[in-house]
């Protein structure tokens, strides 16, 4: 029977940012390193600089040994939740539909404009085939 992994989002995991609890996340996976970060060969500071946002980019640009990796595993505590939790974060519908209601208030309030440049147009016309 599988086990249930636990999910995380972003913000919860970067909150966990402390000497007393510092939580990383790397590949989509949460790691609770607290208790590692007098044994980090690269001191405390890095692990808790990366708090609080995704370090895959500086775990891979660091060059972890295979060691290093399977030691990870100890450490894991749980899956980055995939879904967003922002209420910042729209799905594309909801910006389809926010862009379109945009469009057509500036539509309903620029309207003297459009009809300005017609009139003008109108009345150029009209001025240049009376001259031939």
Not at 115 to 124: F, H, P, R
Request: aromatic share 8%; charged share 25%; glycine share 6%.
């Amino acid at each position: 029977m599988p086990t249930l992994t636990k999910l995380y989002n972003l913000k919860e995991a970067g909150e966990h940012n402390t000497r007393d609890d510092c939580w990383v996340v790397i590949d989509g996976k949460v790691y609770d390193v607290t208790t590692y970060l007098d044994e980090h060969p690269g001191g405390d500071d890095v692990l808790l600089n990366s708090t609080g946002r995704d370090a895959t980019e500086d775990f891979n640009d660091a060059g972890h040994s295979r060691d290093a990796i399977q030691l990870m595993q100890e450490f894991c505590i749980g899956e980055l939740d995939p879904t967003p939790t922002t209420p910042e974060t729209e799905t594309l519908e909801e910006k389809k539909t926010n862009f379109t209601e945009v469009l057509m208030n500036m539509t309903s309030q620029y309207w003297v404009v459009t009809v300005a440049i017609v009139g003008v147009s109108v009345v150029a016309g009209v001025l240049y085939l009376r001259k031939k």
